[in-house]
């Protein structure tokens, strides 16, 4: 028997994960020691996100997976939503049906460059719920890919790779930590296809592939905004937000929302107050996340606001 390809995947992947740990999960300015080791946790997270969701991506065969949760926390998440992902491909036809489920603002998003396990490079198109016939009962069903229509309906660029929901709640309460708010949805492809092979080295090693390439492009390979490189909507002076504005085409972002952001430094005896006026909007709030893009523990805490819980 000659050497699997699975086993140098499954050791690249291992290899991997040590250089990420060594070049990746390292301190940056003002950074304490809890700091660096909640950089460990996101990586674990990113793992837990390659395992969970792309290492049996199928876009032959997709469904909806959750993309982040109490548990898995990753890339900028945010306490009043839930997000799913599913992977795509260019030349398929899908049906999608869902309930937005008391959301105030669901959408699908086109994230282009985003096969097999990549990050994506940009975000294509969006389809929000304004575009959406939804039912007196809150159900819907819409198209991705095939022959082109004026609503309820979106493209598969040729690029095409993966599909983002968003379904945005303004709850009192954290809608990702509900353990009972159920967000109907589902997809199936509109050409099927027969059963594929059983799990032999060929898919095992393809698989692994996906899980290598969704930590890699997240972590080592994941480039820094540079400090002369301005970004629009985000401030780099702590404690001082900029106006909110539409991030244009950036992957995993979306197209129809206005993003700010800013670092903040308190000391141990300060607060960190923010005053401001809710716009006139669908959805509005406002999070804290720890220096790797992870929200604090919002299970236990209070660590968002939206306007049904401000005053």
Known sequence: ??????????????????????????P????????????FR???????????????FDPQRPVFNRIVSPTRSFTGDNSDAVYFETPVAPGNEYIVRGNIAG?????????????????????????NDTEMDIAADGSYEIR?????????????PADGGRITTRHYFEFPWSSSASQTLHVPISIEAVTKVPAPPRWNDERVSAALQRVINHVRTKTVDSVA???????????RIPNELPQPVVPG??????????????????GDDEALVIRGRWPECVFGNICLWNRWSQMYDYVNRQVSRNRANTT
């Not at 996101?42 to 049996?56: G, V």
């Open 1 to 26: 028997m000659g050497e699997l390809k699975s086993r140098e995947k499954y050791n690249e992947l291992v290899a991997l994960l040590q250089q990420a740990g060594d070049e990746w999960v390292v």
């Open 249 to 266: 085409n950036m992957a995993f972002a979306a197209f129809d929302a206005a993003y700010a952001m800013a670092p903040y430094l308190i």
């Open 144 to 156: 991705l890919g095939g022959p082109a229509a004026d609503r309820n309906w979106l493209e598969i």
């Open 225 to 235: 905004p540079s400090e002369d490189t301005p970004i629009p909507f985000v401030s």
């Open 103 to 127: 959301a105030v603002y669901t959408s699908f998003t086109m994230e282009a460059g985003a096969s097999d396990g990549s990050y994506a490079t940009h975000t294509s198109g969006v389809l």
């Open 42 to 56: 996101n990586l674990t997270h990113i793992l837990q996100s390659a395992l969970y969701s792309h290492q049996e």
């Open 28 to 39: 940056g300015p003002v950074m304490s020691d809890d700091d660096v080791a909640e950089g």
